[in-house]
C-alpha cells in the first residue's frame, strides 16, 4: 500500500496517506436566489450613533469599571507522563485570556493556573475562592484550554494529573457549574476549549473517552464551547494560539465591539462562532462550530470595552475584498434573515468552499432539521467532504441517538477523519442498535486495521464484503473493504459498478485510482485521478493523489501544478509541501525546498516529519549550509530512525565542518546498515 488517499478522506493519515478533502457541493435551481443576491454584494451601511445610545453606553461602562470581576484562567501543554498528547498552544492561550482579561479596558482580578500547578485540587480550590468573594455586582469568569472529555457520562476538564484512564482525575464541569451559581455574582461565564484536535494516532488503542456532548443549560450562566458536540477544536501555528481562542482575544480587543466601542457577551459569541467555522473551513477544510448557551433572565453581559468618541458616521471601507464572493458569505452570516441569505449563497455559489457551510447554517432551521441533516450529510459523503459529512450525522444524533443509520454513517465518518477510538465506540453503539450495520462494520473495521488489529479487521471487513448492496454508496465502501485486504480485482470491479450506477461519483473514481497506483498501473490511475478531478475540481486531496501519480511517472513540471493547487486550495496541506519540497530538490531550486518542508514542519502532528527533515537537511547541503544540514540529519536520528543514506549525508555535511572523525563513524555505520540489507 502507498500514500495514496481513499475517499477523498480529511482529517489525518491513514494507511493510505493524509485524509484532507475539500469536496464541494452543488445545489439544484436557483429559485428565488437571485433576488438576494444583491443583499448578498450590497455596500456596507452607515452606522449612526444618537447622543442618547452614546451617553448610555458611557454610562455603562463606567459602571461596569466601578464593579469587581474575576475570572480564573487555566491552560495546560503538556500532562504528567505524557498520559494525552501534547498541545502547542494551550498555555500561551491562557497567557492571552489572562492579558487581554487584566487591561484596564476589561478590569479583571485574573488567577491564572497553567501546566504543572493545573491539578483539580488548586483549580477547584482557586475558583471557589473567587466564586465566594465575588459580590452581586461583579461578573465570574472560567476558562479552560486543555484536553477534556466524557466519560461514564460525565463531562470533565482534564486536570494535569489526569489521564484517559485516570479521567475522573480531572475537573468536573458539574463541579464548576455548581460553584459558579453558588456565587452570588450576577454575571457568569464559562469558556471552554477542551476539545483540541489530536489527528496522530496513538500507537495502541487505549480507554476511550468521548468527546463533550452539549453542555447542559443552567440559569444565570453564560457558555460558549470550542466546539459543539463531538466536533474538535483546532490549533492554529500562524496564531500561535487555538483558533477559538484567538478570536476570542481579538473580540475582546475590539474586534467584536459595538458601534460605542464596548464588548458585549452575545456579539462576542456571534464574531467567534462565524470567524472560526470559516477560518478552520478554510485552512482545515474541516468545522468546527462553537456553541453559545445562554438562559440568563437579565439580559446580555458587557465584558468591557474602550468607549470611542462621537463621530458624525462610520462607513465601512470602500475597498473591494480580495474574494467577494466570500465576503458575500459573511454577509449572508450578519444579515438579518440569515437563514434566506445562506440558502440562497448555497444556490449562487454551490462550487465555493463555504457553501456546505451555508447549507449546514439554513438546515437548523428548517421544518425537519434532523431530515435535512441527515440528506446533507449523504450528499457530503458521497462528494468526499467528510469533516461536513461527520457534522451532519452528528446533528441528526443530537436529535435522535437511536438512529441506526445515521449511527452507522457517523462511525465511518470518524474512521474517515482518524478519530480512531472514537470510531470503535461510535461503530460499536451502531452496532447495538443495528446488529450488522455495514458502514458501521466498515468503519470499525477500518480503525482496526490502523491499530494493527488485523485479525478483527478482517473480521469485520470479511463481512462488509459479504453484503449485498444496491446503490452507489454501498458497492463505494465494499470496494474499499477489498482494497483494504488486498482483494484488488474484486475492488475494480465494486468500484466499476459504483461509477457505472453514479457516473459522476468522483469518491468512487479517485478510489479506484488508488487501487490501479497501488497495483503499478499508473496510466490508468493518472486517468482515474483525472477524471475524479472533473467531478470535484475544489478538492486539495485529488490533486495531491494526482500530482503523486505524475511524479512517478517523471512528469515533474505537472507534478508541481499539481501539488501548488492542493496547496491553494488548502494552505495547510502539509503532505502536498514535503511532496513539493522533494520536487524543488530535485530541480536545484533549494530555497524553495527549504520553504517547503518549512510549511510541512509547521504541523507539530504531520506524521512524516522525518521526510520533510531530510529533505530540508539536503537542500541546505545543497545551498553549502552545513551547520544546518547535519541540525536537521541530527533531529531525523533523534527520533529513533537508521538510514544509510541519510549517514552518507551528514557524513558529507561533516566532512566540510571539519569533523573527520564524525564523518568516518557516519560512513561506518551507513557501510554497515547496507550491508545488513
Given amino acids: 500500500m502507498d500514500s495514496r488517499v481513499t475517499g477523498t478522506g480529511v482529517g489525518g493519515e491513514t494507511m493510505l496517506g493524509w485524509r484532507h478533502s475539500f469536496g464541494l457541493v452543488g445545489a439544484k435551481g436557483p429559485g428565488r436566489a437571485y433576488a438576494a443576491a444583491a443583499l448578498l454584494f450590497a455596500a456596507g451601511a452607515v452606522a449612526q450613533r444618537g447622543p442618547d445610545a452614546q451617553e448610555k ?59 504543572s500547578d493545573a491539578i483539580y485540587e488548586k483549580v477547584m480550590e482557586q475558583l471557589e475562592s473567587v466564586a465566594s468573594a465575588a459580590g452581586e455586582d461583579a461578573t465570574l469568569l472560567f476558562y479552560f484550554a486543555g484536553h477534556g472529555g466524557e466519560l461514564d457520562g460525565k ?87 487555538g483558533v477559538f481562542t484567538n478570536y476570542v482575544v481579538h473580540g475582546l480587543a475590539g474586534e467584536a465591539a459595538d458601534d460605542n466601542g464596548l464588548v458585549y457577551f ?54 473591494p475584498p480580495a474574494d467577494p464572493v466570500e465576503e458575500a458569505f459573511h454577509r449572508a452570516e450578519a444579515a438579518p434573515n440569515r437563514t434566506e441569505m445562506m440558502r440562497a449563497f448555497a444556490t449562487l455559489f454551490p462550487q465555493h468552499p463555504f457553501a456546505p457551510l451555508a447549507e449546514f447554517d439554513a438546515a ?38 437511536k438512529n441506526a443509520e445515521a449511527a452507522g454513517y457517523f462511525a465511518l465518518e470518524l474512521s474517515y477523519d482518524l478519530a480512531l477510538n472514537d470510531a470503535l465506540a461510535a461503530a460499536n453503539s451502531a452496532l447495538q442498535l443495528q446488529p450488522g450495520n455495514i458502514p458501521a462494520l466498515a468503519g470499525r473495521g477500518f480503525a482496526y486495521f490502523r491499530f494493527g488489529e488485523m485479525n478483527a479487521a478482517r473480521a469485520d471487513l470479511k463481512r462488509v464484503t459479504a453484503s449485498s448492496p444496491t446503490i452507489p454508496r454501498g458497492f463505494e465502501t465494499r470496494a474499499n473493504a477489498h482494497y483494504y485486504l488486498e482483494e484488488f480485482p474484486a475492488a475494480l470491479q465494486d468500484f466499476a459498478e459504483a461509477i457505472r450506477l453514479k457516473p459522476d461519483y468522483g469518491v468512487a473514481y479517485n478510489d479506484r485510482a488508488n487501487v490501479y497506483s497501488t497495483t503499478k498501473d499508473h496510466a490508468n490511475a493518472l486517468q482515474g485521478y483525472s477524471e475524479a478531478l472533473r467531478y470535484l475540481p475544489n478538492n486539495p486531496v485529488l490533486w495531491n493523489n494526482r500530482g503523486l501519480e505524475n511524479q512517478i511517472l517523471g512528469n515533474t513540471d505537472a507534478a508541481l501544478k499539481d501539488f501548488g493547487e492542493a496547496i491553494r486550495l488548502r494552505p495547510t496541506y502539509s503532505i502536498s509541501y514535503a511532496y513539493r519540497a522533494n520536487l524543488y530538490l530535485e530541480k536545484g531550486r533549494f530555497e524553495e525546498a527549504i520553504e517547503d518542508c518549512n510549511s510541512a514542519l509547521k504541523d507539530k502532528n504531520y506524521v512524516y516529519w522525518p521526510d520533510a527533515v531530510v529533505t530540508r537537511g539536503r537542500a541546505y547541503l545543497g545551498l553549502n549550509k552545513y551547520k544546518e544540514a547535519e541540525a536537521d540529519f541530527n533531529a531525523y536520528f533523534a527520533g529513533g530512525l537508521k538510514d544509510a543514506n541519510v549517514f552518507e549525508w551528514r557524513a558529507e555535511a561533516r566532512d566540510k565542518l571539519n569533523d573527520a572523525k564524525g564523518a568516518a563513524a557516519d560512513r561506518a555505520e551507513a557501510e554497515r546498515l547496507t550491508k545488513k540489507q
Fill in 364 to 401: 437548523a432551521h428548517d421544518t425537519d432539521p434532523a431530515k435535512t441533516y441527515f440528506a446533507l450529510g449523504v450528499k457530503f459523503m458521497d462528494s468526499g467532504d467528510h469533516p461536513m459529512a461527520r457534522a451532519a450525522f452528528g446533528k441528526v444524533l443530537q436529535a435522535n441517538p
Fill in 155 to 241: 463531562q470533565y476538564l482534564a486536570s494535569f494529573d489526569a489521564s484517559p484512564r485516570g479521567l475522573a482525575r480531572g475537573v468536573p464541569i458539574e463541579e464548576v457549574r455548581k460553584v459558579m451559581q453558588q456565587s452570588k455574582a450576577r454575571r457568569k461565564i464559562l469558556l471552554i476549549d477542551a476539545c483540541r484536535v489530536d489527528i496522530q494516532p496513538s500507537a495502541t488503542r487505549g480507554v476511550t473517552v468521548e468527546r463533550f456532548g452539549l453542555l447542559p443549560d443552567s440559569a444565570g450562566l453564560l457558555i460558549l464551547n470550542a466546539t459543539n458536540e463531538k466536533e474538535s477544536s483546532y490549533e492554529e501555528p500562524d496564531f500561535r494560539h
Fill in 57 to 115: 453606553a458611557r454610562n455603562a461602562l463606567e459602571q461596569f469599571r466601578r464593579e469587581k470581576h474575576y475570572a480564573v484562567v487555566v491552560g495546560i501543554d503538556q500532562y504528567a507522563k505524557n498520559t494525552f498528547s501534547p498541545l502547542q498552544f494551550a498555555v500561551a492561550d491562557a497567557d492571552a485570556m489572562a492579558e487581554i482579561l487584566g487591561r484596564p479596558s476589561h478590569n479583571f482580578e485574573v488567577n491564572k493556573i497553567i501546566g
Fill in 266 to 319: 452575545s456579539v462576542l459569541a456571534r464574531y467567534v462562532e462565524d470567524n472560526v467555522r470559516t477560518w478552520v473551513r478554510k485552512r482545515y477544510g474541516a468545522i468546527q462550530d462553537p456553541r453559545f448557551t445562554s438562559v440568563d433572565a437579565t439580559g446580555d453581559f458587557l465584558l468591557g470595552g474602550e468607549f470611542k468618541a462621537p463621530s458624525k458616521q462610520t462607513v465601512t471601507a470602500t475597498a
